[in-house]
């Protein structure tokens, strides 16, 4: 295995775990160092805080790589290992002698569980063709009787179809396990009877349209398929599709030692889906880009679960699990740690601020997709905060401008415009980019200085 120090600090939990790693290695703490003869395996003793040395080893044999250490540090992998991996690169000597034994255990471990993720991977796949052929042809027959009703609503208007003839087709498709279609035929009838706006309700429409038109293509190509599609993973979660832990640790829909900065979390009803709504924003300061949390709670049941919180502090995944789809990926994870944030933190959410014609040039495809969000999740820079006619108007410094408002869709309870009393100084702006009568606009949801992020919803 050829390591470099873009390696090692990709794989470091944290920029202070991988300078505390390199601050070991280079005091020369490790008491002995051994490898494999085929250089694959690496380990040795560590003196440190506690009485006895650490065992720390780093083993490639399987693939990737695999730490252990006797430490007691929460942080994965420890400094202990990042500095035997920081000792491997620089060439410092090791013996050649076979494994010991606590090398071999971790090792034997790590085979097991991969071998039980293999097993329950397998386990998901066995599915049994008749129930899903029934299942699929379902759903089809209820997309061609939506497809059908879209097309009445487009031709002949609300008019022509009762609210009751609405609301049955969302019931059945939702007995389909078809839930973005249901959600849809649902906003529409909810519109319907609040007597909505007719851009809202063209939009609905549109979307009902191109979901009913692209999943009868995905679902006839699912009937000769074991497994996940990846081709169309927007279809695949509109159309019922859960994603597997263990799949996507097969195909790569995971990161490792992520860590997350929330920028923003709020709260609301959503009346069509007759749900409590949880979303979290947040920075992944490894590569930068934006990430969400979404909980949806049934609110008959919301007094049973647990709900999510704003976070203020870093969180540390082990694990990340990410879906594909775009433009604001959904992520989640089974465990974390979380430790204050700091000045680099917040600078390094900074650093990746856009200019407003990046963004805009970014957001405008996706915005123009009807099966995707009618909103991007966006950065920007902030420059200067002033007010353009009654529009309030953010420049992000390098002359980009564009106009700071409230989305209908949102409701009151969402406004956050009004609370933007003073300019934001030089920092960021975080919020979501939407189209409002063909003007593409930002609704603010935080602000980001060096020093802090100010919420302005939670």
Known sequence: MQITEQWILAHAPSPAVAEDGRGISAADRFLSRCRTEDARTFWGTCAGSARNPYYVSVDWSLGEPTYSCSCASRHFPCKHALALMFDILGDKPFDVEPPPAYVLRVRARETRERERAAQRLEKARRYDAAVKQKKLERQLAALDKAGRLSDQLLTDGLAAL???????????????????????????????????????????????????????????????????????????????????????????????????????????????????????????????????????????????VGTDDSCFTLVEVPVLYESPVPPCPRVWWEDCATVPLTGDDYTAVLQRAESVADAVRRARPRLADALLTDTVPTLLRAGSLGTVGNELVLEDGRGGRIVLRDRAADGAERATVRRLTAPPGTGAVFGLLFLDGGRLCLHPYSLITAERILRLQF
Not at 215 to 222: G, P, Y
Not at 251 to 264: D, E, F, M, T
Request: hydrophobic residues 40%.
């Open 162 to 304: 009762p609210a009751q003839t609405l609301e049955r087709m969302a019931a059945e498709l939702g007995n389909c396990d078809l839930p973005a279609a249901r959600d849809v035929f649902e906003r529409v009838a909810l519109l319907d009877r609040q007597r909505g706006g007719a851009q809202q309700m063209l939009r609905a429409l549109r979307t009902l349209r191109a979901l009913t038109g692209r999943a009868r293509k995905f679902l006839a190509e699912q009937l000769s398929s074991e497994s996940y599609s990846l081709e169309d993973p927007l279809l695949f979660e509109a159309l019922g599709g859960v994603w597997n832990n263990d799949e996507m640790r097969e195909i790569g829909l995971y990161r490792k030692s992520a860590r997350l900065v929330q920028l923003s979390f709020d709260v609301a009803y959503d009346e069509a889906k007759r749900a409590c709504v949880e979303r979290g924003f947040w920075m992944e300061l490894s590569r930068g880009d934006l990430v969400q949390t979404l909980s949806i709670h049934p609110s008959r049941g919301i007094q049973y």
